[in-house]
């Protein structure tokens, strides 16, 4: 009987798959994650009182048109989808309506690729009073993509009033409204945009600075205090771009006398180079922008579309690509501009080491590009508030 031949054995790797079975696939590469909130019940979010909209063109002082600025975050969250980004949207809440503005939910320091979610931790923002429980639906988001939490001990905005810039960081806090010179004018500010604390304090607290100089000890952390009541946290007014980060758009007014001399001094530490940004720029919020880097070495800035074109020309001058959005009604709105609609989760990574439970919630806030859909029309008592609800072409 002849011998029969031999047949080959296959690497592991290399077995076939039994009939009708389907290779396992692989985990998606990480993607760079961004958290967003949807923005359902936008016309329910109250408008901040003392903002600089009297400085701004005619077409930002119309009314509040709700289907536009459903359009305008969607547009948004497309662009920075179709750049890369995962984007992660929170689900609406009637009762909750600022979590639209997702930017206030906090800070966090590692954003890097190397350490798993799991071990990061996530500096919530923290309010003295009022708000309370909007900021524990952002702290169950934080959790529920699988981050541990932790808040610090005084009023805290977050990464709003902690900036990076270049091999420092900037600390923004608000000033002591029993000092004098400062024109608060009465305003009661949201304690989650930078609002009055029961301490006599606005914004960010002071006293949290010790504990921030904790958690970056190989940084030197630089103070510039805040005294425009119209602009109460810091990345309403300065915004570090280009490589490393080490120029800095200021909306100089906006500090203290001490905080403008450090700033404007020739031996400052602050940035390598100062790009001002003027009264008109100040108020469509062009330094709550967001800059985000390509291959290496192509920086882009996402910029409220309306702000001069002598901002944008300085921009590009130091290498920044200005990519302008339409955040008009958003700005209305007095809360921001781009960035308070955007926290940087840094790299976000699903794999077989992710609980499922953590899974599923990541999976169940992932945005899909598609086309918007425009929420029903509000009760009588929302238009009565001012807010538009005519239909907008796209």
Known sequence: MPDEPLKPILPKRERPLPAGTRPALAPPPPRRTLLMGRPMHFASIDQRPGGPGASRPAAFRSKIDRDLAFKQWHKLAELLSERGFEVMAIHAEKKFPALAFAGAAGLLLDRGQSNPVESKTFITATPTHGEPELHQQFERVIRGIGFQAESLDGHFAGAADFIKCGDNYLFTPGADI?????????LRLPSFLGGRSARGQWGSEPRVREQLSELVPD???IELRITDPRFPRGDLVCHPIGPGRKMLMVYVKAFHDDARALLLSRKSKVAEYLIPIEDADASLYAANSFQFTEK????????PEGVSKELLRRIEAVGVTPI?????EWIKKDRGSVRSLITDLGWVRTDRRTEPHVGDFRRSLRFVPSEPTIPAPLAQSDAEEGVSHRATRG
């Open 178 to 186: 029993d000092a004098p010179g400062i024109p608060l004018g009465g």
């Open 219 to 221: 940084s030197e952390i």
């Open 296 to 303: 290496g070495d192509k920086h882009y800035l996402v910029i």
């Open 324 to 328: 302008p959005v339409e955040l008009s």
